[in-house]
Antibody
Framework: QVQLQESGPGLVKASETLSLICSVS?????????WGWIRQAPGEGLEWIGT???????DYKPSLRSRVAISLDRSKNQFSLRLTSVTAADTAVYYC??????????????????WGKGTAVAVSS | DIQLTQSPSSLSASVGDRVTITCRAS??????LHWYQQRPGKAPRLLIY???SLQSGVPSRFSGSGSGTDFTLTISSLQPEDFATYYC??????????FGPGTKVDIK
């Protein structure tokens, strides 16, 4: 059974860099699938941040592209998120997720089929 | 950019009720529409993918329909554990994903 677990500091100072790790168990991140980060500000909806493929190619939300980086650590079976120059607007619960990209039978689509439990990050001034 | 709207934004229902939630896309997204459930304090959970395919392990009281711009999620008989917020998500613009604003289902 595939499981994902986020880890990282719960408090980051404004203007500094937020760094989170997603540890994956039950599946090798190098074998397939894509891997993504999604966040949820307090009382708000879900916001996709970015995705990395098993081969290391990345895609980011355009409005965050200048500040975000997602990378793989194949030796540890982890992927990570870095978000620079954070502000209070980056305060959120951050989720990592496995992204299915492809076809099941004749049905082709991309969606997040396994999620971590999330980790709360607050940005302090 | 593809925008998703959901209606209603919230609803109150009783156990056993049939509940329908609508998601509308700002342009044709074919069947690239998925539904998630988020219980309070928990991570989202995939319910329906590609508009109408039930994710493994999800109860059959959940169903999805639609294509193009209009989609629905139906819960045929609401159970206590179904009180949650439901989000639609489009992947037509993959690799960029967007979510709808959510529909909160609470107890009448």
């Amino acid at each position: 059974q595939v499981q994902l677990q986020e880890s990282g500091p719960g408090l980051v100072k404004a203007s500094e860099t937020l760094s989170l790790i997603c540890s994956v168990s039950g599946y090798s991140i190098s074998s397939g699938y894509y891997w993504g980060w999604i966040r949820q500000a307090p009382g708000e909806g879900l916001e996709w941040i970015g995705t990395i493929s098993y081969s290391g190619s990345t895609d980011y939300k355009p409005s965050l592209r200048s500040r975000v980086a997602i990378s793989l650590d194949r030796s540890k079976n982890q992927f990570s998120l870095r978000l620079t120059s954070v502000t209070a607007a980056d305060t959120a619960v951050y989720y990592c997720a496995r992204v299915f990209v492809g076809c099941t039978g004749s049905i082709c689509s991309d969606y997040m089929d396994v999620w971590g439990k999330g980790t709360a990050v607050a940005v302090s001034s | 950019d593809i925008q998703l709207t959901q209606s209603p934004s919230s609803l109150s229902a009783s156990v056993g009720d049939r509940v329908t939630i609508t998601c509308r896309a700002s342009q044709n997204i074919s069947s690239y529409l998925h539904w998630y459930q988020q219980r309070p304090g928990k991570a989202p959970r995939l319910l329906i993918y590609a508009a109408s395919s039930l994710q493994s392990g999800v109860p059959s009281r959940f169903s999805g329909s639609g294509s193009g711009t209009d989609f629905t999620l139906t819960i045929s008989s609401l159970q206590p554990e179904d009180f949650a917020t439901y989000y639609c998500q489009q992947s037509h613009s993959s690799p960029e994903f967007t979510f709808g604003p959510g529909t909160k289902v609470d107890i009448k």
